[in-house]
């Protein structure tokens, strides 16, 4: 076999350059959104300057970053049409980016952007460290390569099992967010919605099975593109007059704002109701900031399904390995810098029809059907009944007759199909937006699934299957992966965006270092992936499953590490005797069910989301990594590319 390092036309980056554009990408995408404090006392545009660099700045810098490095790079790639590049960033997006992190913007303002930040820098650092060295190896799947680069069937083996949950939540995050849209184009239920969308992934999976469709999964996200921002100018539209949306989103903060204390002063919310889309690290600390994105980031440097797909010798030459990411980043750029002024127009537009007074005897008829279909409780209801939504607000606290803001709680994925439609945005421009989030439901969907077969096969065939030669064990497993996603999407109350992170999050802890590592370090071997697996995955999945599943035994056991106070602490400890006391089955039920609410507060470790739990799991699995390939440093390992 051809040694990796005789490949010619490769990009070939130098060590410095791979420092220097490491170096850069740190500070574009941490130090300076981690200033947002300091840099929104300056203003850009008629945007808060920390406020601009997070949501619009550091994204074009990725860009140019990504461009320069690949041009410094070298390497020469045949030439190839834009189709590829496109049907990548279609498969690094996904619904869950457009409606779940939309979602999170317009209910937290400045901290949600970590998510899409860390969606850019991701790419931008998978051509940096990934891209140029792993499509040197002769695999089609990650499952190769951790075949060849560690040998054996334990590394590989554990990196299945691994991709396969990450794969499952990842699926069930994209199902999550385009059944709203589905919901939206078909007026039918969540359950109903989600099954649609699972039958249409499995339909397009079986179909790229034996058809060649990259093309047409580049023309999709191209037709995805145009339906964002279709819908994005018409939502501007109705905010504020005709607009360049993306330069003209200083003023639509402005107005915001103004709009808030419009609503305040009349009457129509409580200051604890406003969101401040602007203020940074309201809603999450720097530390949890920093942790999301960086779940993002690192999971997109190690995910399966792009790395098989969009960066493997199957997939590209590899002296075009970095310039294929460099220009999917130009397309999962134009997506996510769309996406805070459509979180921010849609807020100004829905909140401008709030301001007029409605009623609470003649709530809107579109308000009572998007209450209907759970995007959002009025007066803690749901309820397509118009008559029985008004009796439940004048019978709310302080009513005055009018609905007010805090009336109206969203849920963070339905605020992005509901609030466009309670505006009264015309449907035939609501269509665009909804039908871009079922093209990328399909996409990532797809790309999920066909990269999970191809890496069991390649190792079990030492191929990824062909078109048409979809056997047994692939329908299988795929379908058991499509039934998984499909019950946490349909179960989970987590918001998509986030429930997209935790997904990612799972990559990182498992795979990251031993991608990177096996990449760049000679000395990395077979031991030393398995442990840092294990060890990342291990802790990642147990503060999950502790924070999300079982709080209560996890405050029990860990509460020592958790942000709560000696106040708090001493709460759960009372609803704990109270549980522990509680005698008849009703009682104790009551008890267990505050307690468990209670613990869902204070179950963390220093107060991280389940996803910012890569800031331990990485340094950790990192660590472990080293000291058990140098104490195994005898065992024969494949040297890295280079």
Known sequence: MRRQGDITDASRPSRSLIIAGVAIWLVVTLALPLSALTLNFFRLGGSPLGFW???????????????????????????????????????????????????????????????????????????????????????????????????????????????????????????????????????????????????????????????????????????????????????????????????????????????????????????????????????????????????????????????????????????????????????????????????????????????????????????????????????????????????????????????????LVFSTDGFVVAAPYMAAVERALQYPLLIAVVIATLLMGNALLASLVDADAEVRKGGAPGQGELDFRSATLGASVLAGGSIIASVSTLGSGLLFAEGFALIAAGLFVPIVLGLYWRHMNSAGAIAAMAMGTLIALAYMLGVHVWPVEFYRISGLFSDAGEEAAQQFSDLDAAFSAAADPQARAAAWSALRDYAATVANWGGLKPAAIVLITVPVSLLVSIAVSLLFRNRKSVQPAG
């Open 53 to 407: 660099i997070a949501a619009q700045g550091s994204l074009i810098a990725l860009v140019l970053l990504a461009f320069f490095y690949a041009w410094r790079a070298g390497g020469v790639a045949p030439a190839e049409r834009v189709w590829p590049s496109f049907a990548f960033a279609g498969e690094a997006t996904g619904a869950a980016a457009i409606i779940g992190f939309t979602g999170f913007i317009a209910a937290i303002g400045y901290d949600a952007l970590a998510l899409p930040l860390g969606l850019v820098s991701g790419l931008t650092l998978l051509a940096i460290l990934v891209a140029p060295r792993f499509v040197l190896y002769p695999v089609r799947s990650i499952g190769g390569f951790f075949a060849i680069r560690y040998g054996g069937n334990l590394a590989r083996r554990l990196a299945l099992l691994i991709t396969t949950a990450a794969t499952i939540v990842l699926l069930a995050a994209d199902l999550k967010a385009g059944a709203y849209a589905m919901q939206s184009l078909a007026r039918i239920e969540s359950a109903e919605a989600v099954t649609i969308l699972v039958v249409s992934v499995a339909a397009v999976w079986l179909v790229g099975s034996v058809l060649n469709v990259r093309t047409l999964a580049g023309i999709s996200f191209a037709a995805m593109v145009i339906g964002v921002l279709v819908t994005l100018a018409a939502i501007a539209a109705r905010a504020q007059g005709w607009t360049i949306p993306h330069l003209t989103l200083g003023a639509a903060l402005e107005n915001h704002l103004s709009l808030n204390m419009t609503l305040v002063v009349n009457r129509l919310a409580d200051v604890d109701a406003l969101t401040a889309l602007a203020s940074p690290f309201l809603q999450l600390s720097m530390r949890n900031f920093a942790g999301l994105l960086l779940a993002v980031a690192f999971g997109v440097v190690a995910a399966p399904h792009l790395l098989g797909r969009h960066v493997s010798q199957a997939a590209v030459a590899p002296g075009g390995a970095v310039r294929r990411t460099a220009w999917a980043l130009v397309g999962v750029a134009v997506v996510v810098v769309s996406l805070p002024p459509l979180a921010v127009y849609s807020r100004v537009a829905f909140e401008t029809v709030l301001s007029k007074g409605i009623e609470d005897a003649v709530i809107p008829k579109k308000f009572a059907e998007a209450s209907d279909l759970g995007w959002v409780k009025i007066c803690d209801k749901n309820s397509r009944n118009v008559a029985e939504l008004a009796t439940a607000c004048a019978n709310a606290p302080e009513q005055r007759g009018f609905l007010r803001l805090q009336d």
